[in-house]
């Protein structure tokens, strides 16, 4: 019997305990024995729940347990999440964990907890949701040497940006609309700003390159400047406009960044619509791969969870390899990206436009007023000295 707690009875927990209760035959016949939710630490009372016997208010209780080998935390946030899970590591505990700000933070220093105390870290869930990507890059992938990530992180910006191109609706109409159903937060910054993306690359990034990403570092540009004009022209190019998030090797080191690309009908995260996410990996011998699926919501997210502590169940005493260390890399900055850009100027800055950018592919979207073109490959920093030069730039989005 594998006794656990999970701390936090929101939506991730109470989903920890459904997924367990839903599929305990075939996780006990894959295990080889039953896992069990012995405590669910959280501040209320459930009267009602089938669980409410083991919900209890302190996690002394939880610690001074001997029966307990593995704690899901799935409390969110930062505070009293890295004191219980770093205590919990401390003691031999295996954590498995759905935060994402907590692992880009503290990551590498608590997967070097766990390796002092015969124990395991495990955030499958913090990158995804439900998707498998974590365990992809520490295991099936350890033969390859990872090039690039690309992924749409974000459902809550997928969702929008995938609305307004379809529904030819606004920003602002379609962000309500997310946050009637649920999509979207009451304050939605941390989504449509790139801030949570930018963990989710940041994490993806330090599995990548073995070292530590700071989220910090990561250049981010939000969603809320995209318009229906906008995705007008992306139709004109037969394109649409994807929530970005990448990770590239350069020949100077290591780059990153969250941001709106227009993308070809013909790559596959074209096709990734509405809260879905997907994560696209280049290796340089395997080439490219995919890994699809929902990217939030209460049971994928959980299911990621369970997957973890099956994982840490299958190693008791030992530590689940995750190589991850504490050297922060050095990212190089956004000036230095290459892409082509797509621009918006007014009609009267056309001469100008074509003299400084040289030449351009023009874009016809039937709007008045206005001279769309797209530019060759640049730097940003580039880019942005020839946008100096001519004025009146409506928009910019870089292509992918």
């Known amino acids: 019997m594998i006794n656990i707690a999970v701390l936090g009875y ?16 075939e996780i006990s016949s894959r295990l080889g024995e039953d896992i069990r ?29 001997p029966d307990i080998s593995v704690i899901c935390e799935t409390m969110g946030g930062m505070e009293p999440a ?22 880009a933070a503290h990551g590498p220093g608590l997967i070097k907890l766990a390796e002092s105390n015969g124990c395991s870290y495990l955030f499958e869930a913090s990158v995804g949701g439900g998707i498998p990507i974590i365990r992809p890059l520490n295991k099936a992938l350890t033969a ?19 609305h307004m191109d379809e529904d030819g609706v606004g920003f602002e109409d379609i962000l309500k609309e997310a946050q009637r159903l649920g999509y979207a937060e009451r304050n939605p910054e941390a989504d449509v700003e790139g801030h949570d993306a930018a963990r989710k690359i940041a994490i ?17 540009e939000g969603i809320t400047g995209i318009t229906p004009e906008d995705f007008k022209y992306a139709h004109a190019l037969g394109m649409s406009i994807k929530p970005l998030a990448l990770s590239r090797e350069t020949d100077d080191g290591f780059f990153a960044m969250v941001a709106p690309f227009m993308i070809e009908s013909s790559h596959p995260l074209y096709m990734v619509k509405d809260v879905y996410n997907a994560v696209f990996v280049s290796g340089n011998t395997l080439g490219d791969t995919m890994y699809y699926g929902r990217g939030a919501g209460k049971l994928p997210t959980a299911s990621a969870v369970v997957s973890d502590v099956v994982d840490c169940a299958r190693h008791p005493g030992k530590t689940v390899a995750c190589v991850w260390n504490e050297q922060d890399v050095r990212l190089t900055g956004i000036d230095e990206y290459k892409c082509r850009f797509f621009v918006r100027v007014s009609a009267d800055k056309k001469n100008d436009a074509d003299a400084v ?6 874009v016809d979207a039937g709007i008045s007023g206005e001279y769309a073109f797209i530019t060759g490959v640049m730097s940003n920093a580039d880019f942005d000295a020839a946008c100096g030069k001519v004025g009146g730039v409506i928009s910019r989005i870089r292509t992918f």
Not at 145 to 161: A, D, E, R, V
């Open 82 to 103: 890295y004191t219980f899970t770093k205590k919990a590591l401390e003691k031999g505990i295996s954590v498995c964990t759905s935060n994402k700000e907590l692992v």
């Open 10 to 25: 929101g939506t991730v927990g109470s989903g920890v305990v459904e997924v367990i209760d839903t599929n305990s035959t």
């Open 357 to 362: 950018f040289g030449e351009v592919k023009a």
């Open 144 to 162: 390859e040497h990872i090039q690039s990530i690309t992924g749409i992180l974000n459902g809550t910006t997928n969702y929008i940006l995938t």
């Open 204 to 220: 993806l990034s330090s599995l990548m390159c073995g070292s530590n990403v700071r989220y910090e570092d990561i250049y981010m």
């Open 37 to 65: 939710v012995k405590y669910i630490l959280d501040l209320r009372d459930f009267p009602g729940d089938p669980h409410e016997a083991q919900v209890v208010h302190d996690i002394e209780i939880i610690f001074a347990d």
